[in-house]
Nanobody
């Protein structure tokens, strides 16, 4: 059974940094697309970033390009989201999601089979 466990959320002032972690376990073959989504109160869940099965191809929402970096540590089966220059608009619950194939519609919620429980990120001014 595939499990997805996020950690690393918290509160930070605008301009600060946080790193989220997503540990994915249970896949028979360690080739999967992993993405981060976020959902703010009253808003739709949106794709933030994803890393593809080759560990090199990455995708980002325009709103976070240049500020967020997604990466994967295959030994630890963990995907990280380094978030720098955080803004109040980044406040949301962040969810990690995965599917056992490559990312071809990376920012579509329906694309993913397994989700984590979410971790809260709050950015204050």
């Amino acid at each position: 059974q595939v499990q997805v466990v996020e950690s690393g959320g918290g509160s930070v002032q605008a301009g600060g940094s946080l790193r989220l972690s997503c540990e994915v376990s249970g896949y028979t073959y360690n080739r999967n697309c992993v993405a981060w989504f976020r959902q703010a109160p009253g808003k739709e869940r949106e794709g933030v970033a994803a890393v593809d099965t080759d560990d090199r191809t990455t995708y980002y929402a325009d709103s976070v390009k240049g500020r967020f970096t997604i990466s994967r540590d295959k030994v630890k089966n963990t995907v990280y989201l380094q978030m720098d220059s955080l803004q109040r608009e980044d406040t949301a619950t962040y969810y990690c999601a995965t599917r056992g194939s490559w990312c071809y519609f990376w920012n579509s919620r329906a694309h993913y089979d397994y989700w984590g429980q979410g971790t809260q990120v709050t950015v204050s001014s």
